[in-house]
């Protein structure tokens, strides 16, 4: 697509749920990443996948957070058992995966755990 | 590893003025150097970036950013403020020839341009 795609673009959940993200990066990005804000803040990286690579997760804040990529493309962030300091703005970014490009960035899923 | 300082946390400006939003970066060899701008309720959207050649880049918006590989420093600036500039603005590097793309960003700053 002509963009990085995201969605829901907003969700509301009873703490103790599991919650699916959806990120859906631009055709030919080899590159994902997911990050976290909270409250128009910095962003926290979470998770990196890079084409048929082994994802870096060094960011996942606990292991009720894991996420996978589908075919090279399409990724899911799942968040077991939602607490409410899980609520944030989840941005996914995608990247052509060559030195100096840069990343796209979604327009971001903004969770709330109620 | 590298890192990203942006020093400001809030930067207010008069409409109107010259803004200058500042960033610092540590990296092993030379810089890719990046702007993103935030506005609210977005996901981050690219300014410009740096890769190699002229010091001074020109990006979206009016925006440029100076090079400065002494200072180790890549300062966003616009001569004139507008009112819709206000937004979240961060700052990014990699290093090149590392075979490394992932970006390091800064903690952002928040631009307020004042009326």
């Known amino acids: 697509g002509a963009g990085v795609s995201q969605s829901p673009s907003n969700k509301v959940t009873e703490k103790g749920k599991d919650v699916e993200l959806r990120c859906d990066p631009i055709s030919g990005h080899t590159a994902l990443y997911w990050y976290r804000q909270s409250l128009g803040q910095g962003l926290e990286f979470l998770i990196y996948?890079?084409?048929?690579?082994?994802?870096?997760k060094s960011g996942l804040p606990s292991d009720r957070f894991s996420a996978e990529r589908t075919g090279g493309s399409v990724s899911t962030l799942t968040i077991q058992r939602t607490q409410q300091e899980d609520s944030a703005v989840y941005l996914c970014?995608?990247?052509?995966?060559?030195?100096?490009?840069?990343?796209?960035f979604g327009s971001g899923t903004r969770l709330t755990v109620v | 590893a590298q890192s990203v300082a942006q020093p400001e946390d809030q930067v207010n400006v008069a409409e109107g003025n010259p803004l200058t939003v500042k960033c610092t970066y540590s990296v092993s060899g030379n810089p890719y150097l990046f702007w993103y701008v935030q506005y609210p309720n977005r996901g981050l959207q690219f300014l410009l970036k740096?890769?190699?050649?002229?010091?001074l880049v020109k990006g979206s918006y009016g925006f440029e950013a100076e090079f400065n590989k002494s200072q180790t420093s890549f300062h966003l600036k616009k001569p004139s403020a507008l009112v819709s500039d206000s937004a979240l603005y961060f700052c990014?590097?990699?290093?090149?020839?590392?075979?490394?793309?992932?970006?390091?960003f800064g903690k952002g700053t928040k631009l307020s341009v004042i009326p």
């Open positions: 970014a995608s990247s052509l995966g060559v030195e100096g490009y840069g990343y796209t």
């Open positions: 740096y890769i190699t050649g002229d010091n």
């Open positions: 996948f890079q084409g048929n690579s082994a994802p870096d």
């Open positions: 990014a590097v990699s290093p090149s020839g590392a075979g490394s793309y992932q970006l390091t």
